[in-house]
């Protein structure tokens, strides 16, 4: 069959709970693709062609202009592309942000919390605000005291592989707030202005692995004594733009053209209505058949990735087979929790998730 042939076949087959690097739009993908072998009707590949050049300078313009749009960011905000995922930013946020003998304040809520915080302790003192470590990370902290003086309070909006989310964003801990939102970046509507840092590797919600989001309020920086390599400094970013260095050119565009889509389906506001639409269909589904189980403090589940389980572990593969034979991919839980992991991101349609609840009904009332 021909490439669009099987672009349509895939379509009508698969349906992508992966957790990441995760589905995005069809139509991405093949704009995507034409772009690697002819470039806006170059003759060139996109992968062929400088970084500087009229014909790449604008993918990244628009790319960061159409964050500023989509997130409605301020003047006092920058947007930059960088490479090195969000482990990466794990030590580039207190490197740049942290002196060597003060505090930040950090929120433990799971495995990626977890790893930022490890990171922050090469730089600084680390401060836990709060921990969920009791309830084995299936709720978010609801009380948070942070120091006054902590140079910042840093969140993990949602916890990719425990499956929560924070709802309640505490924008009154009376410090800035840094956030990992990898996951749940451009989900849903937050005052982004009043974050001074959110960072986010591209592969979950909004483009191909490769590039990670920073989205940085200028005036927190210039603070730290120490000195920092250039490459790692956000400042010698802002300053250049976003291009200090070749920037990975591919995730970019497939960022931006992400970010085209997002703004042609009406924007955060729109796409936060279906995820919505789409959390409440599986949760309800979920709740309704007792055959499942979900660990995560209902207050607290994440809308982008649900978690649940089955008491008996030779039903549970017996499910992942189902979900196998309906071409439902990416469903069986992170090595570290087991049982089932659906995400729901962005790209993900209304109507896997009517497929997949679907499925499980069936199972309930076949198995329960
Ligand atoms: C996936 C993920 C990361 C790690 O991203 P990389 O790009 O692989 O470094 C960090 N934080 C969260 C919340 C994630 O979901």
Not at 202 to 209: D, Y
Not at 250 to 262: G, K, S
């Amino acid at each position: 069959m021909d490439s669009k042939t099987c672009i349509q076949y895939l379509c009508a087959m698969i349906h992508n709970f992966n957790a990441g690097p995760s589905i995005l739009p069809k139509e991405v993908f093949e704009e995507a693709s034409r772009a690697i072998l002819n470039f806006n009707d170059t003759g060139l590949s996109l992968l062929e062609i400088g970084h500087r050049t009229p014909l790449f300078q604008p993918v990244m313009e628009e790319a960061r202009s159409l964050v500023k749009e989509l997130m409605q960011l301020d003047n006092d905000h920058e947007v930059l592309f960088l490479h090195g995922g969000a482990t990466t930013q794990f030590m580039q946020v207190p490197m740049n942000l942290l002196n060597e003998n003060d505090v930040a304040a950090y929120t433990e809520t799971g495995t990626w919390a977890n790893k930022a915080i490890k990171e922050a302790k090469l730089f600084g003192h680390v401060e836990i605000a709060a921990s969920s470590k009791d309830s084995n990370y299936t709720t978010i902290p609801k009380d948070l005291p942070v120091s006054p003086t902590a140079a910042y309070l840093h969140i993990t909006t949602n916890e990719t592989i425990a499956g929560t989310q924070w709802h309640k964003i505490p924008f009154d801990c009376g410090v800035p707030i840094v956030a990992d939102m990898s996951s749940d970046i451009m989900s849903r509507v937050l005052d982004f202005n009043k974050f001074d840092v959110i960072y986010a590797g591209a592969q979950k919600n909004i483009g191909a692995a490769g590039v990670n989001l920073v989205v940085i309020n200028k005036n927190i920086l210039g603070k730290v004594n120490r000195s920092i390599p250039t490459i790692l400094d956000y400042k010698n970013h802002i300053k250049e733009a976003s291009m200090l260095n070749t920037p990975p050119v591919f995730a970019v565009y497939v960022a931006m053209l992400t970010l085209r889509w997002l703004k042609k389906k009406g924007g955060v506001e729109a796409i936060e209505k279906i995820n919505n639409e789409k959390a409440a269909l599986f949760y309800n589904t979920l709740d309704s058949l007792p055959i499942f189980k979900a660990p995560v403090a209902k207050e607290d589940r994440s809308k982008m990735n649900a978690v649940f389980v089955m008491d008996n572990e030779l039903l549970e593969k017996e499910f992942l087979d189902w979900c196998k034979n309906e071409g439902m991919v990416g469903v069986k839980g992170h090595r570290s929790v087991g049982g089932f992991r659906v995400s729901m991101y962005n790209a993900l349609p209304l109507e896997s998730v009517k497929a997949l609840t679907q499925l499980m009904k069936e199972f309930a009332l076949k198995k329960g």
